[in-house]
């Protein structure tokens, strides 16, 4: 059974970090590309980042270029997101979520894309 599996959201203040998690399980993460997405109340889901499926490219929003850096382990199976300089409008449930890409394929911040997604994780920017 494919399925991703989302860690590291919590309560931070602003200006800290946090790091977030994608497990893989049930498939390779080796020919998909991985992305990032986010839903605050009230509001649509946005995206966040991608990684491509040898990480050698990535996409960001511009709400959180500069501060935010995706990065992936395939030996782990596993995709992160460093979170860095957060302001209170990042708090959202952050989901990742997985599509097959062909090799040296840009990845693409469309939530369309995307065929398989975890449950989510909450990150709260408060103080």
């Known amino acids: 059974q494919l399925q991703l599996v989302e860690s590291g959201g919590g309560l931070v203040q602003p200006g800290g970090s946090l790091r977030l998690s994608c497990a893989a399980s049930?498939?390779?993460?080796?020919?998909?590309?991985i992305g990032w997405f986010r839903q605050a109340p009230g509001k649509e889901r946005e995206g966040v980042s991608c990684?491509?499926?040898?990480?050698?490219?990535?996409n960001y929003a511009d709400s959180v270029k500069g501060r935010f850096t995706i990065s992936r382990d395939n030996a782990k199976n596993t995709v992160y997101l460093q979170m860095n300089s957060l302001k209170p409008e990042d708090t959202a449930v952050y989901y990742c979520?997985?599509?097959?890409?062909?090799?040296?394929?840009?990845?693409?911040?469309?939530?369309?894309?995307?065929?398989?997604w975890g449950q989510g994780t909450q990150v709260t920017v408060s103080s």
């Open positions: 979520a997985a599509y097959r890409l062909l090799l040296f394929t840009r990845c693409v911040l469309s939530s369309g894309e995307y065929d398989y």
């Open positions: 049930g498939f390779t993460l080796d020919y998909y590309a």
């Open positions: 990684i491509n499926s040898r990480g050698g490219s990535t």
